[in-house]
């Protein structure tokens, strides 16, 4: 299984091509977090009424996985790594990849590439 980051999604309301090939998948993952971040981008675009709807429908395709304890726990483990090696990366890719860790995800689907190489036990693929 493939975890969509933030930045795939955006592209994937966005029509780039290169992201249909993903829609294919047999199930696909992101988390509460890049949900959090792909709706503050809409507000902050000021993107309302239909067009915010039919924005929204992804996530009628797409598992939202939720933080829970053992997400948040593993989330603050890689936090504390990457600030101990001086490489510390924002708190949403930390929850991310913890939220995809804790479950057995290893495989993140991203253009964030230089973030998410830092995390141990995180594969990066690009589109």
């Known amino acids: ?3 969509l980051d933030t930045t795939f999604l955006i592209d994937l309301a966005n029509g780039l091509p290169e992201t249909r090939v993903y829609l294919a998948e047999q199930q696909l993952l992101t988390t509460q977090i890049n949900m959090f971040e792909f709706i503050r981008g809409l507000f902050i675009r000021k993107i309302s009424g239909m067009k915010y709807l039919e924005i929204m429908e992804l996530f009628e395709t797409i598992r ?4 829970d304890d053992s997400g948040m726990i593993k989330s603050a483990e890689i936090s504390a790594d990457l600030f101990k090696r001086g490489m510390p990366i924002d708190d949403g890719d930390c929850l991310t990849a913890g939220i995809a860790l804790s479950r057995g995800i290893n495989t993140v689907v991203t253009r964030n590439v230089d973030h998410f190489k830092r995390i141990k036990g995180i594969k990066v693929e690009t589109y």
């Open 1 to 3: 299984m493939k975890l």
């Open 64 to 67: 939202v996985l939720p933080l």
